[in-house]
């Protein structure tokens, strides 16, 4: 438990019909007290008034004492809510901090929600993202880590890395018996049945990522290809400029959109091509810049210049998974939509004019990152996560090929080891003072 009381605004910053104060600590009932000249009793309600230090009324509403640990920080909780205006919700938290609470820190409610064990470190993370969700299968996804579920299947992997540890340990001790215990065991097929496992979670964490983070598609081609018309098909707005002008777009255009649940961060970027003009020579060297850091490279090309297309590319510096090939303009030569998959960049066919076969770069694009917006298994992750899970993985496999080459047991021991380390990592097990902090410091004050 924490000696000091903390206190914060946990209500949006503006006006509004009620604000919020949320205390947390041992001097919460005390301040309370005095705030209100009433004593308050455990999860009741209390309609009463607040007073400055000269017994002159701030403000009228609502008091709630939670009683620790029964409480989301586990400690002593007073919920205030007063007016919603910004002026008296200040004179309510100056009060607060003069009868002995201090400001609190971003997210240093949930911070303390971790450290006394009300939450574990994913729980922690999913509050946030539920408070930062841009879709409602995001949120329904924040609400599954929330609830345990990513936590849940973490901590069942690290019972099972436990017991094999438990016993390869044990093994090594035994060395020098006729029995050989770690091929005799069935170890190899447990640290099999593991890896698959923990492959299953990872690409589910992966497409949890893509809930949070969305995925970023830079669109770039020639001048005039259709790259604007293309992101205003994709907003359903007039983003850009479209003109029969060649060059109208000059600088970086980003926006944001959903596709049906899958958050995108598309960029229109300038038109690549030799100019001497000092401000498309810009544009067109932060189009390049988009390039390297884009999940998906869209190349808008005229259809009816295939035979160009592998020049403008190699002016291109992106790798080929992340490469596809737009063909634009179909109804100038009455050619059917289609998809075409191919190792050098898989290419699509249509017409943003008339937006045949807009579903089909749509849909591709869902399954090419493997979004699924049925798929209700998936909770919600960050790349953190999917970096832990990742060397999880590559340490678990190592064990497993150091186990078939029937290296010493001390190896795979290691290995395993290892694997619980990273897994630890991911629920606040096995954590530095340097990640929480950067965890909880992104929060927003008053959580």
Do not use: W
């Amino acid at each position: 438990m924490f000696e000091d009381t903390i206190a914060a605004i946990a209500t949006p910053f503006g006006k509004g019909g009620v604000a919020i104060i949320r205390i947390s600590g041992p001097q919460s009932s005390d301040i309370a007290q005095q705030l209100s000249s009433r004593k308050p009793q455990n999860r009741k309600a209390l309609f009463t008034s607040f007073y400055d230090a000269s017994n002159h009324i701030i403000d009228s509403g609502i008091c709630i004492y939670f009683k620790g640990p029964n409480s989301y920080t586990g400690e002593d909780i007073v919920e205030v809510q007063g007016h919603g205006g910004i002026v008296v919700i200040n004179m309510l938290l100056k009060r607060i901090i003069a009868l002995g609470a201090r400001i609190a820190k971003p997210g240093e409610f949930t911070e303390r929600a971790f450290l006394n064990n009300k939450l574990d470190l994913t729980q922690a993370e999913a509050v946030a993202d539920i408070i930062e969700s841009t879709t409602e299968h995001s949120v329904r996804s924040a609400q599954r880590s929330l609830q345990g579920t990513f936590s849940k299947l973490i901590h069942e992997l690290i019972g099972e890395l436990t017991e094999l540890r438990i016993y390869v340990e044990a093994a090594i001790d035994f060395v020098d018996e006729e029995i050989d215990f770690l091929n005799e065991g069935g170890i190899e097929q447990r640290i099999k049945l593991l890896s698959e496992k923990l492959t299953l979670i990872l690409s589910n964490a992966k497409t949890g990522q893509l809930l949070r983070d969305g995925i970023s598609v830079v669109l770039v081609g020639k001048p005039n290809a259709g790259k604007s018309s293309l992101l205003n098909c994709l907003t359903g707005e007039e983003t850009a400029i479209v003109t029969d002008v060649a060059g109208t777009t000059r600088d970086v255009l980003k926006e944001y959109i959903q596709l049906d649940g899958l958050p995108l961060h598309i960029i229109d970027t300038a038109g690549i091509h030799d100019s001497n003009n000092l401000i498309e020579q810009e544009g067109i060297r932060r189009a390049h810049k988009e390039i390297q850091y884009a999940d998906k490279v869209l190349i808008i090309h005229d259809v009816r210049d295939q035979h160009g297309i592998n020049e403008f590319i190699s002016q291109l510096d992106s790798d080929n998974d992340k490469r596809v090939i737009i063909f634009n303009k179909i109804d100038l030569i009455n050619q059917p939509a289609k998809v075409v998959y191919s190792k050098d960049g898989d290419q699509i066919f249509l017409s943003i004019k008339t937006g045949e076969g807009f579903d089909l770069l749509t849909d591709y694009l869902k399954k090419s990152v493997g979004y699924d917006e049925n798929q209700e298994a998936v909770f919600i992750a960050r790349q953190r996560h999917v970096n832990a899970l990742s060397e999880a993985l590559i340490a678990i496999n190592n064990g497993l090929i150091q186990l078939q080459q029937n290296q010493a047991g001390e190896i795979v021991a290691e290995e395993l080891r290892l694997a619980q380390n990273h897994l630890g990592e991911i629920t606040g097990k096995i954590s530095s003072d340097d990640l929480l902090g950067k965890i909880f410091s992104n929060f927003c004050i008053g959580k």
